[in-house]
């Protein structure tokens, strides 16, 4: 008999991860090389990938990097491609890559705006990177997918995406309102929508698809808004960059083998109240 431990090995799997120079990605990455994944690190940043992947190589792992625009369907393509022709095979694939306007210098202006004044090219823009790009890399992905008779797709989503932002921790004493863009929640809601849909018409396929919900995660926030966020979840603190990967690895892995348009909360009791 298997020991528990083995469903958790990656050992001859390919993993694909979008968004994998960010915060989480880069995490997600390293996770999966750890358990045994060969790893496409993409992401928009072609010098950056290439450096991440080499960074993954040089500790022994089993790496490359693929720059990409996940809202262009050629070369989301491109990035599938190119993993085949690597690796010969493509088994997991992680859609992180997404627009958040903490991190995204062309949409940090959006906390200021009010919903009733929010501009359409900003809403647009982030309908074709959180919710047009996820559909094209799983589109992409489901190809070779079905060919092998085999894949795990996991989309990352986020507790806003299951109930509505407190935007009372955005407050600051004697400061202009300030609230979390209405596109952010809209976006996440509809990567749960995709992913059940992904999970049912794949049925019979050996394909699942499943969301990993995480909590805020702790990216040098201003300690007013670490105060405020903490409060509001029952551990009292916010995540470490670390603390998704096990959740990330059980989705990934053999471990959740029984598990499929499932919606993985790890928010340290954010949605309990």
């Given at each position: ?78 990035l599938v491609d190119e993993t085949i022709r ?188």
């Amino acid at each position: 008999m298997d020991s528990i431990l083995d469903k958790f090995q990656l050992n001859g799997k390919v993993a694909v991860v979008t968004g994998g120079i960010g915060l989480l990605g880069s995490q997600f990455c390293l996770t999966l090389a750890q358990a045994g994944a060969s790893v496409v690190v993409a992401d928009l940043q072609a010098e950056k990938v290439e450096s991440a992947a080499r960074s993954l190589r040089d500790s022994g792992f089993n790496a490359i990097g693929a720059g990409f625009n996940v809202t262009s369907k050629e070369s989301v393509q491109g990035l599938v491609d190119e993993t085949i022709r690597v690796y010969g095979r493509l088994d997991i694939l992680v859609c992180s890559a997404a627009m958040d306007p903490k991190f995204d210098s062309s949409q940090s202006g959006s906390l200021g705006n009010t919903f009733e004044n929010f501009p359409l090219s900003a809403w647009r823009d982030a309908l074709e990177v959180n919710l047009t790009g996820l559909f094209l890399c799983a589109q992409a992905a489901a190809r070779p997918m079905l060919e092998q008779n085999f894949g795990s797709i996991i989309n990352i989503c986020s507790t806003y995406g299951l109930v509505g932002p407190d935007q009372r921790i955005y407050e600051r004493p004697d400061q202009p309102p300030r609230y979390k863009p209405v596109y952010y929640s809209v976006t996440k809601a509809g990567v749960l929508g995709l992913t059940r849909y992904l999970a049912t018409y794949f049925r019979g396929k050996n394909i699942r698809a499943n969301a990993l919900t995480p909590g805020g995660v702790y990216n040098d926030h201003d300690e007013t808004f670490v105060k405020n966020y903490s409060y509001r979840t029952v551990m009292g603190r916010m995540a470490h960059n670390d603390e998704m990967n096990g959740a990330l690895l059980f989705l990934a892995s053999e471990a959740s083998s029984y598990m499929t348009g499932a919606n993985l909360v790890v928010d340290g009791g954010w949605t309990a109240w």
